[in-house]
């Protein structure tokens, strides 16, 4: 354990939410992408990376975006041997999927240690984070139909590195392309 959190700290949710926000910054550095947030996620949408490179989808014009949405936990319930599984609700999980989205959504759960102590090691070698965020497609996301959520396994082999973040915004931007013509 690297420290304690104080007694009257914020809530232990905040904190997740913290944690999978800086996650994704320090990703989306490390892949050259910017980093949009948004004041509320009613529309599904936590964060929105942005590039202006060219990643070969609409002729004449530049950039890609992704619209991500972040839950974070350290609930052990939620991974099982090949996947995170994760109940999503109805509303998110339609909004994410939707095949009339401009921009790709994708789903993203950050995993961490139950205990916040445990969530960082620092030490003359670096910072290291011992947690692993893991994703899906908006579009692979299944449908809810009549229920009010849906489960969403998504496989442990989808962890969220830069190259995946930069190989996501190449296939949006193919995927925007698309929406104009």
Not at 13 to 33: D, F, K, N, P, T
Not at 131 to 154: A, E, F, K
């Amino acid at each position: 354990m690297s420290h304690t959190v104080p007694q009257g700290s914020i809530p232990k949710s905040a904190m997740q939410e913290q944690v999978s926000r800086a996650y994704i910054h320090m990703v989306a550095s490390a892949a050259g992408l910017t980093v949009g947030t948004w004041g509320t996620d009613y529309d599904g949408i936590d964060v929105t990376l942005r590039s202006k490179v060219d990643f070969g989808g609409l002729v004449g014009s530049l950039g890609s975006e992704l619209d991500i949405q972040l839950k974070c936990t350290g609930q052990k319930t939620t991974v099982r041997p090949n996947t995170i599984a994760w109940s999503l609700d109805k509303r998110t999980a339609e909004l994410l999927a939707d095949p009339r989205r401009y921009t790709m959504g994708v789903f993203c759960v950050m995993v961490v240690p139950p205990d916040p102590g445990h969530w960082l090691h620092h030490s003359v070698e670096g910072l290291l984070a011992r947690s692993h965020m893991y994703w899906i497609r908006g579009r692979d996301i299944p449908s809810p139909g009549t229920n009010q959520s849906v489960t969403v396994h998504l496989p442990k082999s989808n962890i969220l590195r830069p190259q995946d973040v930069l190989d996501l915004m190449q296939e949006s931007s193919k995927m925007r392309a698309v929406a104009f013509q």
